[in-house]
């Protein structure tokens, strides 16, 4: 099975830059993704990581060490739209087929 | 094309009743997956399809939970016999089964049930 841990809330100012963490556990790990949701709204992409490494786009990077089952997304510049709820989830493979299993998600506030 | 779709968006039953959700997945994605989201939580992994196969099925979905996919194109989710405790979002996902959009899951905007 699979265990992810994520904070359930933050708050950070608009501006500012702000650091969502990931803990992961697996048996057949074939990469870690981030997806942003917005209250209401389906789960939209943001980031994929099989490598360990930082992957940059834009405003946003996400992290992965998988000796550690460690993530983070990094969140620059925050706009009042990066309200969201952020959502770790990894991919698993054991058994042969493919299961995304998400965390429970991060709620992120930006203030003013 | 217009993306994963779901119908309906709404649905509201009495205790007891049968619903069935569908899901269009994305024309050309052979992978099909169906979540279930309640307030405050992530979306929790129910089943997946690869073209018309059911590979994997939550060990937490009860039996009056089934999921169809016959000829590789749209889903449907059937739930019998609903509780209040069903009440939730289900969401359909899709992604292709190689190149770059196979690291990606397309969500549709997701069926919200209500049993009274």
């Known amino acids: 099975g699979q265990n992810i841990d994520q904070p359930t809330e933050m708050t950070a100012t608009e501006g500012a830059i702000v650091q969502i963490n990931c803990t992961y556990q697996t048996s057949g790990f074939n990469g870690l993704f981030w997806y942003q949701q917005h209250a209401g709204e389906a789960p939209t992409f943001l980031s994929y990581?099989?490598?360990?490494g930082l992957e940059e786009k834009g405003r946003f990077s996400s992290f992965l060490s998988r000796s550690k089952g460690y993530s983070y997304l990094l969140l620059k510049e925050l706009q009042m739209k990066d309200s969201a709820s952020y959502l770790c989830a990894v991919r698993d493979t054991a058994g042969g087929y493919q299961k995304v299993t998400f965390g429970i998600g991060t709620k992120l506030q930006v203030i003013p | 094309d217009t993306g994963v779709s779901q119908d309906p968006r709404h649905k509201i039953t009495k205790r007891g009743q049968n619903v069935t959700f569908r899901c269009d997945p994305i024309?050309?994605?052979?992978?099909l997956y169906w979540y279930r989201q309640t307030l405050g939580q992530g979306p929790e992994f129910l089943t997946y399809?690869?073209?018309?196969?059911?590979?994997?099925k939550s060990r937490l979905l009860s039996d009056r939970f089934s999921a169809e996919r016959p000829k590789g194109s749209f889903s449907t989710l059937e739930i019998q016999r609903t509780e209040q405790g069903d009440s939730a979002m289900y969401l359909c996902?899709?992604?292709?089964?190689?190149?770059?959009?196979?690291?990606?899951?397309?969500f549709g905007a997701g069926s919200r049930l209500t049993v009274l």
């Open positions: 996902a899709s992604s292709p089964l190689t190149g770059s959009g196979a690291n990606v899951l397309t």
């Open positions: 990581n099989v490598l360990d």
């Open positions: 024309s050309e994605h052979n992978r």
């Open positions: 399809f690869q073209n018309e196969a059911q590979l994997e």
